[in-house]
Structures are given as C-alpha cells and as structure tokens.
C-alpha cells in the first residue's frame, strides 16, 4: 500500500531560499518547512500544499518567476498546479491534468516532470503508459496539454533537458536504454535522433 505511512520523494527550495518543499507521496501532501541554512536544519510548519486524494505527489518544479508550482503525481499520472506566495510559502491548487490520453484504462504512473528553458513547455513522462507528456505554460500559469509521444522503451523513469533546450535525455529503465529527442521548442513536438544502451538507467542528469 503506496499511502499507508508518509513516503517522502523529493525536497526543493522555493526561490527565496527561505522555505523548503517536500513532496510526500503517502499523504498527498507537499509540505512546507521554513529553511535556516546557517544551522543547517528545517523548522516545520503548519503550511502544506494538498493535492487531491490519493494523487501521491512524486515531483515538483517551479517556474522561473517561483510563483507557480507544478507537482507530478505518481499515482494519479497528472500535474497539479498551485498558485504559490513564496513570502508566506503558502499557495494554492489552480487545476490538475491528466497525463494520459483521454480513455486510457491501463497501468501507469507518473515519473518525472521538467519544465523548458524557455518557460514556456512542460514535460512529464508515464511509466505504463511509457510517453512524454506535453504542455504549453500558459500566461496564467495554467495548462494546456499538447500532445503525448511514446518514449520508444518501457518504463521512462528519468529524463532530462539539455541546458538550450534542444535535446530532451529519457531513461528507459526496464528496457536499458537512452533515448534522445529533438525537442521542437515553439510546438512542443519531440522527434527521435538517437539512443544508447544503459543498464537498468534510474537517473539523468546533463552537467
């Protein structure tokens, strides 16, 4: 049982620095905690960003501005997007979207979600369903789904941008592979150019 006990998976700095996020699948909470980075500790607080029941929030990204926060569930495949006061760290859920193609009834869960440099794009890929999700950031934060692009191999676990945005990295992890995709940054669309075999691939990271 995924949601029997708290079941923590990610922890990020709002941009102020003055408050950290902490997904937590169990509870379908992301909590807030106010950060002394001199003492090197978290002080707990009473906020918390809740995302509906038995979503199981995996991921989060926030835009550049940091007054938008994009959480990936893991349970319920979808992005809920929060309004977010990073003077209070208080915020509060605007939409969610689906992930998956409208009448998908078969296994999947959520993974990894990074938004574009350009601010503009987000993805977020399927484990089951085995895709990218596309969305375009609309001014008002919102989402606006653009397409859904199979990422050529089972279980896509990780992916990464590279630092211009031309090339997104997916880490197919049950099929030991790399797939790389040029990523088409005013339509959203991803074509494949290449991939490379790795072994059982959990991560992606481009430095």
């Given at each position: 049982?995924?949601?029997?006990?708290?079941?923590?998976?990610?922890?990020?700095?709002?941009?102020?620095?003055?408050?950290?996020?902490?997904?937590?699948?169990?509870?379908?909470?992301?909590?807030?905690?106010?950060?002394?980075?001199?003492?090197?500790?978290?002080?707990?607080?009473?906020?918390?960003?809740?995302?509906?029941?038995?979503?199981?929030?995996?991921?989060?990204?926030?835009?550049?501005?940091?007054?938008?926060l994009y959480a990936l569930t893991e349970?319920?495949?979808?992005?809920?997007?929060?309004?977010?006061?990073?003077?209070?760290?208080?915020?509060?859920?605007?939409?969610?979207?689906?992930?998956?193609?409208?009448?998908?009834?078969?296994?999947?869960?959520?993974?990894?979600?990074?938004?574009?440099?350009?601010?503009?794009?987000?993805?977020?890929?399927?484990?089951?369903?085995?895709?990218?999700?596309?969305?375009?950031?609309?001014?008002?934060?919102?989402?606006?789904?653009?397409?859904?692009?199979?990422?050529?191999?089972?279980?896509?676990?990780?992916?990464?941008?590279t630092p211009d945005g031309g090339l997104?990295?997916?880490?197919?992890?049950?099929?030991d592979e790399l797939v790389v995709f040029?990523?088409?940054?005013?339509?959203?669309?991803?074509?494949?150019?290449?991939?490379?075999?790795?072994?059982?691939?959990?991560?992606?990271?481009?430095?």
């Amino acid at each position: 049982m995924r949601q029997g006990s708290p079941h923590v998976h990610q922890a990020i700095a709002d941009v102020t620095g003055r408050h950290v996020l902490v997904a937590d699948l169990g509870t379908d909470e992301i909590l807030v905690y106010g950060a002394d980075w001199q003492k090197g500790h978290l002080i707990p607080g009473a906020n918390a960003l809740r995302t509906p029941h038995g979503q199981g929030p995996r991921q989060c990204v926030f835009n550049e501005a940091g007054d938008r926060l994009y959480a990936l569930t893991e349970l319920g495949s979808s992005i809920c997007v929060f309004s977010y006061d990073a003077s209070a760290g208080t915020g509060a859920l605007i939409e969610t979207q689906s992930m998956l193609p409208e009448g998908y009834d078969g296994e999947s869960s959520g993974a990894c979600a990074r938004l574009h440099p350009n601010g503009k794009l987000l993805f977020a890929s399927n484990r089951g369903h085995d895709s990218i999700a596309v969305f375009r950031v609309q001014e008002d934060g919102r989402l606006q789904p653009v397409g859904i692009t199979p990422t050529g191999g089972r279980i896509p676990r990780d992916f990464a941008l590279t630092p211009d945005g031309g090339l997104l990295i997916v880490g197919n992890q049950e099929s030991d592979e790399l797939v790389v995709f040029k990523v088409d940054a005013e339509s959203g669309s991803l074509k494949e150019i290449s991939r490379a075999a790795c072994p059982s691939v959990t991560a992606v990271a481009i430095l």
